[in-house]
T-cell receptor, first 110, second 113 residues
């Protein structure tokens, strides 16, 4: 079983739609969680950290469920510019060792 | 401010040749990370340094791979000899401290023929 698992998609949605991605992790001792965004042929960039209480940044909402060991990302009012691959990332021991999921690809269409 | 700088951006080489990838982290960042990304395996951490000292190299695939960080502003990842299965995008990332946000460089796209 992979340490971090995501549905690779692709998710094809129209502009304005709401879309949600889930991610599961295997290590119950995992400490911190993130969503990174990666555009085609570019480097990954931090989108947002994920806190136990959940957090929101504009149209983006991240949630953490420790009991079920999953993380979610909700994107409201999708824009064409949201098209990218979204990487679920877990830090299992508060060191620098980040474990990346395979990524979920989102295509927002006009 | 300049981000993480990597060179070369693209490298095409033949099997058996030595390949050296270079990275300059963001000034003031104490941690540096080398990753490899392929379609099959996704993004994998190869090795990371804290204050120029290698902390975890458990991701380095085999002895053909080596990494150094002689000073705070420069690191190299070397593959000798290279093999076709080493073809991938190699990213370098840096962070202020080990547990902070990591900033990635643009990557080196390596093709080994």
């Amino acid at each position: 079983r992979k340490e971090v698992e995501q549905d690779p998609g692709p998710f094809n949605v129209p502009e304005g739609a709401t879309v949600a991605f889930n991610c599961t992790y295997s290590n119950s001792a995992s400490q911190s969680f993130f969503w990174y965004r990666q555009d085609c042929r570019k480097e990954p960039k931090l989108l947002m950290s994920v806190y136990s209480s959940g957090n929101e940044d504009g149209r983006f909402t991240a949630q953490l469920n420790r009991a079920s060991q999953y993380i979610s990302l909700l994107i409201r009012d999708s824009k064409l510019s949201d098209s990218a691959t979204y990487l679920c990332v877990v830090n299992t021991d508060n060191t620098g060792k980040l474990i990346f999921g395979q990524g979920t690809t989102l295509q927002v269409k006009p | 401010d300049a981000g993480v700088i990597q060179s070369p951006r693209h490298e095409v080489t033949e099997m058996g040749q030595e390949v050296t990838l270079r990275c300059k982290p963001i000034s003031g960042h104490n941690s540096l990370f080398w990753y490899r990304q392929t379609m099959m395996r996704g993004l994998e951490l190869l090795i990371y340094f804290n204050n120029n000292v290698p902390i975890d190299d458990s991701g380095m695939p085999e002895d053909r791979f080596s990494a150094k960080m002689p000073n705070a502003s420069f690191s190299t990842l070397k593959i000798q000899p290279s093999e076709p299965r080493d073809s991938a995008v190699y990213f370098c990332a840096s962070s202020r401290q080990t547990n902070n946000e990591q900033f990635f460089g643009p990557g080196t796209r390596l093709t080994v023929l």
